[in-house]
T-cell receptor
Framework: SQQGEEDPQALSIQEGENATMNCSYK?????LQWYRQNSGRGLVHLIL?????REKHSGRLRVTLDTSKKSSSLLITASRAADTASYFC??????????FGKGTTLSVSS | DTAVSQTPKYLVTQMGNDKSIKCEQNLGHDTMYWYKQDSKKFLKIMFS???????INETVPNRFSPKSPDKAHLNLHINSLELGDSAVYFC??????????FGPGTRLTVL
């Protein structure tokens, strides 16, 4: 069953701009994770935010989590062409495995 | 230095054949997973093993059989391959509920 739903499905921006992707989910979670997938490659873990955390930073990435709204956002600041990839949110509940959303395809042009 | 490795990277085979995909992790993790990513990039969990014990078995045809000879390995055997099995299969590992580390994927094409 699908848990996370990313929005937008596709995003095109210029280098230097910020990119914001949103994720909504349906049930309670232990943590929410964001992954990046470059074309034809495996998934790379970006950031994990636990259910008792509201915001987390990692380099140019900022993730927020609102458990009352069951939503999360991923902000990439000062984007680069190398950020072009698909971004997935995935929710984790104890006793289960990660449940992924459909992803947001980000295109950054120079 | 590869953390999670899968072999083969590409697999092209005929319908009805039996094939295996191997996965190994050198991270010392206790939990391993198999995911299937379809042509629309949707990723879905298939199986999860914790300390060699099956803990998650989603609705997957019983033609798919995972085998975990030890904590560092989780192989996937597929019998009587069908066209709909064509996808990219990802292995992953984690320590408990923590971050999952993914392998590079195996692209399976069934002709």
């Amino acid at each position: 069953s699908q848990q996370g739903e990313e929005d937008p499905q596709a995003l095109s921006i210029q280098e230097g701009e910020n990119a914001t992707m949103n994720c909504s989910y349906k049930t309670s979670i232990n943590n929410l994770q964001w992954y990046r997938q470059n074309s034809g490659r495996g998934l790379v873990h970006l950031i994990l935010i636990r259910s008792n955390e509201r915001e987390k930073h990692s380099g140019r990435l900022r993730v927020t989590l609102d458990t009352s709204k069951k939503s999360s956002s991923l902000l990439i600041t000062a984007s680069r062409a190398a950020d072009t990839a698909s971004y997935f949110c995935a929710t984790f509940q104890a006793g289960t495995a990660l449940i992924f959303g459909k992803g947001t395809t980000l295109s950054v042009s120079s | 230095d590869t953390a999670v490795s899968q072999t083969p990277k590409y697999l092209v085979t005929q319908m009805g054949n039996d094939k295996s995909i191997k996965c190994e992790q050198n991270l010392g993790h206790d939990t391993m997973y198999w995911y299937k990513q379809d042509s629309k990039k949707f990723l879905k969990i298939m199986f999860s093993y914790n300390n060699k014990e099956l803990i998650i078995n989603e609705t997957v045809p019983n033609r798919f059989s995972p085998k975990s000879p030890d904590k560092a390995h989780l192989n996937l055997h597929i019998n009587s391959l069908e066209l709909g099995d064509s996808a990219v299969y990802f292995c992953a590992s984690s320590m408990g509920l923590d971050t999952q580390y993914f392998g590079p994927g195996t692209r399976l094409t069934v002709l």
